[in-house]
């Protein structure tokens, strides 16, 4: 089983900076991909970005130039550098961690989500 442990989430005024991360910890064999999706209501969950464990990412078109994610591969940790934030990026942001068990499955785990609000 795997947790993860979302922090840094908050309200920020548009064009202002926020940084959320993901820490993950339990028993697996190694990690494919760390992510982060989005949420509003009514709406489905969408991607923001993600990471493998070697490095390449991918970023949604809307925030790409805007955020950066990174990955602390010691820490097991994902980071979520969001700059130039606009009120269309409010929403719940969930991590997402895609591991190898140490019986060799592919499992992939959701975070509880944490809020971020851009509003003046």
């Known amino acids: 089983q795997v947790q993860l442990v979302e922090s840094g989430g908050g309200l920020v005024q548009p064009g202002g900076s926020l940084r959320v991360s993901c820490a993950a910890s339990g028993s697996f064999f190694s990690i494919n991909t760390m992510g982060w999706y989005r949420q509003t209501p009514g709406k489905q969950r969408e991607l923001v970005a993600t990471i493998s464990n070697v490095g390449p990412t991918n970023y949604a078109d809307s925030v790409k130039g805007r955020f950066t994610i990174s990955i602390d591969n010691v820490k097991n940790t994902v980071y979520l550098q969001m700059n130039s934030l606009k009120p269309e990026d409010t929403a719940v942001y969930y991590c997402?961690?895609?591991?190898?068990?140490?019986?060799?499955?592919?499992?992939?785990?959701w975070g509880q989500g944490t809020r971020v609000t851009v509003s003046s």
């Open positions: 997402t961690i895609m591991v190898v068990t140490m019986k060799k499955y592919t499992v992939n785990f």
